[in-house]
Structure formats: C-alpha cells, structure tokens
C-alpha cells in the first residue's frame, strides 16, 4: 500500500495487488495491478472510488485513518468493481456519506452493489459541485472502459481522476510513473486489452481533456502521472487512424505444415523491409498479441483446418482480434487442410466489414513449390498495401 499527499489535503491510496495474474479471467496480468483511490481533506471530505473487495478491510482502516472519521461524498467514477467494490463497506462505515455520480452509474451501482437509490446524487455533463475551498467538475465519457464512466477533474489542484483511462496494470513501490519503457510497455498493454475498443470515443475525450490545465493525472491503476505530456502523447498516437509497416502473424500448427508456411513467410516479409511479430498460440501471451495488434496494418492468421473448420485456438484469436477492434486495416489468412472445411469462411464471416482481406493462401497438405511461391505474392502484395507506412 502507498499513500502520498499529491497536493495539499490530496491524497492518492494505492492498494497494490502484486500477485494478481488475471483480470476479469481473461486478461494476463504479468506484474500485478494496483487498485488506486483519492481522498481530497476539504469542508466536505470526498473520496474519489474506493477499492477491490479482495482490499477492503485494509482501505477501510487507512480511510479512517486519513479522512479523521468523515466522508461526505464517494464520487464513483466507474461502476465496475476493482473500484466500486468497497463502496458498500465505506457506506457502513460512514453512513452519512453520499454517491457521486452520474444517472447509469447510479443503476449500474444499485444493480450491482445493491446500494440503494436514497444513496445516490447524480450529476450531469459539466455540472460542478462546491466541496468548501475547491470545486470539482465533473465530465460525462462513455466507454472508458463502460458506458457510464465518468472523469473528475479537479482545477485549484488541476488534478484529472479518469479512473481506468491511463492506467496501467502495473503493481510498483513508485507512486509516480518513471517515464521509461517498462512503464510505456505496461500502459501500452493496458490500453490494448482494456481501451483499444473504444478507440474513436477516446479520441473524443482526449480533445476534452488536453483543453484543461492538468498537473497529475491520477488514474485508478498503476502509477499516477505527474508529467501528463508522455501517457497523453502514448495515447494521441494509439488512438490515432496511423498503422505501422507492421504484420502480426498469430498462428497454431498441428502437424508442422502451418509452421513451416509461417516460418518461411516470416522471412519473405523481413526480406521486404516489413515488422513482423509472430505468435504461436499454444504458448502466447494474450496481452503481447493485444499489444502487437495497437499498431500493426495487417494481420495474417495461420491455421489448420480441423474438423471442417479453423483449429480452436485460431477461431479464439479471430474472436479476439474482432472484439479489440484494433486499428488493422488488412487480413489474410495461410494455413493447411487435408480432405476440405471451411475455414476461410468461418474466418472471414466473423471479421468487422472494414477490414479488406487479402486473397488467403490455404495449401492441401504439406506446402510445395507452389505455396511458397503463393507465400511470396502475398508478401509482395503486403508490401505494395504498406508502400509510405514506417
Ligand atoms: Fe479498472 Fe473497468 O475497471
């Protein structure tokens, strides 16, 4: 656990949980994650989102401790539950205390935490409220990660709390962020598995948020900024349409012909001046795959056909892709059969209209001169599609 004074009577609590290893059962979490609240000390004492339930007993007795015995208001930025979780226990604790947030918030909290309707104030887009000596504003921004969250903002401090919008899973004794590549790669993963869907409303926000006068930002997980320039610009080009010279090859192969049309494809591409990053799906990381796919212009899955259809792995990787909805602009598909299926077409039919689809190449059995030569024009049209692309 950490607790800093970021300005005078603003706290940050950082509950760190070194040994998580997933989140929400699918996401890898390869260092741990933090759980971070806020407490600002003014005529009314506010408590900007509390803490994971697995963190509970302990945020409640630093709460006490630092708050002197009184919160007014809980301001919940994101109904979900690594930050609302221990709304119920600082309500019992402190029964006077009000919920700040907005009107899906408010339902999505009753819903969820069963906390009843008397509980809640809810507030608009742009609405202010007066805690004595400062004010704070609130912003409505959906899907920074549902579609109630809402952004804090603080200006006599000019502290930002976007809650999840920022973070990173990234469990640390710094309470603020290095500015180096560790934590560029653990905010990078963040926002792949966690933001990346959300991409064009986030441009939105960021337009929102780079017209305030911010200091620190100070996101509910991971270490909170204290130079907003370096996650704002990571994020700027993240969300932006920009793809790099860039191909993610995720594949499975049981047999040995997929790896083998893989192994030689990656050549042909590296030989063409192209990034590739491959990724055996039977030892990948999901979060690495994510994180390929932030940038990459094309994708090319590689894939047996299995009982008709793609092998298991491959068809949870389509899923994926599809779900991330990463910026990729083009796909194809290499891979093997040996008596027919469909595999193609599962593919396909499953991928978002916008992408275009380069003509796949699926060999009968084990590649031949053939294949490798088909391999070696998807290559070259891979290379015409990225012709300016860094
Ligand atoms: Fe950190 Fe969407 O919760």
């Known amino acids: 656990m950490i607790v800093k004074e970021i300005k005078k009577d603003v706290y940050g609590i ?27 000390k003014d005529k009314k004492n506010v408590l900007i989102d509390t803490s994971d339930p697995r963190k509970t007993d302990k945020f409640i007795s630093v709460i006490r401790k630092i708050s002197g015995g009184r919160i007014d208001y809980v301001i919940s930025n994101h109904s979900e539950q690594d930050h609302s979780g221990s709304i119920p226990a600082v309500l019992n604790e402190f029964p006077d205390a009000k919920v700040i947030t907005g009107e899906k918030g408010a339902g999505l909290l009753n819903r969820l935490l069963l906390i009843p309707p008397e509980k809640f104030i809810s507030v608009k887009d742009g609405e202010e409220i007066d805690i004595g000596e400062r004010t704070l504003k609130f912003f409505h921004t959906p899907w920074v990660h549902w579609p109630e969250t809402i952004i804090t903002y603080n ?73 907003s320039e370096f996650i704002i610009s990571a ?34 591409l590296i030989e063409r001046e192209i990034t590739v990053k491959p990724f055996n799906l039977t030892v990948a990381d999901t979060g690495e795959l994510a994180m390929a796919l932030v940038d990459a212009a094309t994708v090319v899955l590689g894939t ?47 991928l978002h209209k ?32 990225h012709k300016g692309l860094k």
Not at 248 to 261: F, L, Q, T
Not at 321 to 349: C, Q, Y
Request: hydrophobic share 40%; proline share 7%; net charge negative.
């Open 304 to 350: 047996p056909t299995v009982l008709g259809g793609p092998h298991p792995s491959a068809l949870y990787a389509t899923y994926l892709f599809k779900i991330l909805r990463p910026k990729t602009r083009f796909i194809s598909i290499i891979g093997s059969f040996g008596w027919g299926g469909n595999t193609v077409k599962i593919i396909t039919d499953m």
């Open 155 to 227: 200006p006599s401090d000019r502290i930002l709390f976007p809650c999840d919008l920022f973070g990173s899973h990234l469990a640390t004794s710094n309470f603020y962020a290095a500015e180096n590549q560790k934590l560029y790669e653990s905010a990078k993963r963040y926002y792949a598995e966690i933001m990346m869907p959300f991409r064009s409303h986030i441009r939105k926000h960021l337009d929102l948020i780079q017209a305030l006068k911010i200091d620190v930002i100070a996101p509910s997980h991971g270490p909170v900024h204290n130079k």
């Open 354 to 385: 916008d992408i275009e689809v380069i003509e796949p190449v699926i060999v009968n059995g084990y590649p031949d001169k053939e294949t490798f030569s088909s391999l070696e024009k998807l290559a070259d049209t891979i290379q015409i599609k």
């Open 235 to 268: 994020y700027k080009d993240w969300v932006s349409d920009n793809v790099k010279n860039e191909v993610v090859i995720p594949y499975v192969s049981m047999h040995g012909s997929v790896e083998k049309m893989v192994d030689f494809f990656i050549d042909v």
């Open 14 to 40: 950082v509950m760190n949980d070194w040994d998580r290893r997933l989140f929400d059962e699918i996401i890898p979490l390869p260092d741990g994650t933090t759980y971070n609240a806020y407490l600002i």
